[in-house]
């Protein structure tokens, strides 16, 4: 062994345990490890895989510095970014994500998705800035690109031609934004199109209105199940389910599950810009995730927008987000462990990591919360107190003093 962490309470475990960790890999998980590697006791503190961001856009972050703070809603917010997007520089783009995946590693994430926009304004070089990004903290964060067209595909020429020169050159999946297309059905038909050629995973942006009156949540439903992509397409927001009623969303909940397809909760962003047109008495928009996944849909939770015209807060801590969903959702105690999975194990199915968790033989990615249960992480938004990965030292967070005075 490198190392071993004593006294863990890892989830589905009854009682603290010892992980021990070899050639960066989890290779023991037992009661008592008996061996002389350096070895650190984290005291009965949780221990998980590390947070999972499975819907994050490092390339629009951290722009509130150059425009100016009242943006309305979500018009007004895609209008803004696509103004500042022109003058967008590599440097420029890879300075502010880096500012995200920093904070991002210090609140204990260890995989994330990255949505890049891609047309004709922007080109490639938000996409080239984060292939560099992607590259130089793979020390702490796995980061996964995917490549979309967040201004239109069918009604903007040019794009899709990029979005293909982006996928030969390293884009792990393809996004989509139906919504702001002329033609959303086209849209999702020719996503569907590349997706296949290119063998790579969807991950739509769909709708993010309170009228529950239509939705293009059937039409991917559907393209989903006649192109076979069952398990591979995943849909963020859908603000829509939050004004339905129970037995509709069971009805909707049965398809998504059967259609394989699964579901994001963006709450800061979701929250901020829902009901702007209506000034009290506002609805939340908030889908209720944890009930979709008692009807078997596989859904997560995720930061979406950090400190831009979207979401002008964040510090990327999926903890924190989860706390805000669960606070916002009104789960009760009982549901804590399950609002974690949604920034953890559910995530990383919804990405298709395969080698995600505490298991043998699984990368040791691993952060030690400064809680001694789930719930109670969940509960308290408890402190990352340091994280390693493939087994190496990531992070730490040395925990806070009181400084009583002499007596
Ligand atoms: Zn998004």
């Known amino acids: 062994m490198d190392l071993v962490l004593r006294q863990a309470s890892v989830p589905g475990y009854d009682g603290p345990i010892d992980i021990g960790v070899s050639g960066g890999r989890i290779a023991a998980l037992e009661r008592r490890l008996v061996c002389d590697a350096p070895e650190i006791d984290v005291a009965g503190r949780t221990v998980i895989g590390g947070f999972v961001d499975s819907h994050v856009h490092l390339d629009k972050a951290c722009l509130l510095d150059r425009c100016g703070h009242v943006h309305g809603g979500l018009g007004a917010a895609i209008a803004a970014v ?29 995989r994330m998705r990255t949505h890049v926009e891609v047309d004709p304004r922007v080109g490639l070089r938000s996409f080239n800035a984060v292939k560099a990004l992607k590259a130089d903290y793979a020390w702490a964060l796995d980061l996964s690109i995917c490549v979309f067209p967040q201004e ?3 009604n903007d020429p040019g794009t899709e031609d990029l979005l293909a020169e982006a996928l ?50 059937d039409e991917v439903c559907r393209q989903t199940t006649s192109h076979g992509w069952g398990g591979r397409v995943a849909i963020g927001h859908v603000t829509k389910l939050s004004m339905v009623s129970p037995e509709v969303l069971v ?6 599950a059967e259609a394989g397809v ?20 506002k609805p939340r928009g908030l889908t209720p995730a944890h009930l979709l996944l008692d009807e078997g849909v596989l859904c997560s939770v995720a930061t979406n927008n ?35 999975d949604l920034v953890t194990s ?34 308290e938004i408890a402190e990352a107190i340091m994280g390693f990965k493939h087994g190496r030292l990531s992070f730490e967070r040395p925990a806070a003093r009181l400084l009583p005075p002499a007596p």
């Not at 520089?89 to 994500?97: F, H, L, M, P, W």
């Not at 015209?309 to 549901?335: H, I, K, W």
């Open 82 to 110: 696509a103004a500042m997007k022109r003058n967008f520089t590599e440097a420029d783009v890879y300075q502010r994500g880096a500012r995200v995946i920093e904070k991002a590693i210090t609140k204990g994430t260890t």
């Open 152 to 154: 239109g595909l069918t």
């Open 168 to 217: 030969r050159n390293g884009a792990d999946l393809l996004g989509g934004c139906p919504y702001t297309d002329t033609d959303p059905n086209a849209q999702i038909e020719r996503l569907f199109g590349l997706a296949r050629e290119f063998d790579v995973d969807l991950d739509f942006h769909l709708d993010f209105d309170l009228d529950p009156s239509w939705m293009h949540l």
């Open 251 to 256: 009805s909707i909940g049965g398809r998504l």
């Open 262 to 281: 699964a579901l994001t909760v963006l709450p800061a962003t979701d929250l901020y810009l829902s009901a702007r047109e209506t000034s009290y008495a």
């Open 306 to 340: 950090v400190l831009n015209p979207f979401t002008p807060f964040g510090d990327a801590s999926l903890l924190r987000m989860a706390n805000l969903y669960a606070n916002v959702a009104q789960c009760e105690p009982p549901l804590f462990a399950r609002c974690l």
């Open 346 to 379: 559910l995530p990383a199915r919804l990405m298709r990591l395969g080698d995600y968790g505490i298991a043998p033989g699984n990368p040791a990615d691993l952060i030690v919360l400064d809680a001694a249960t789930p719930s109670d992480a969940l509960a």
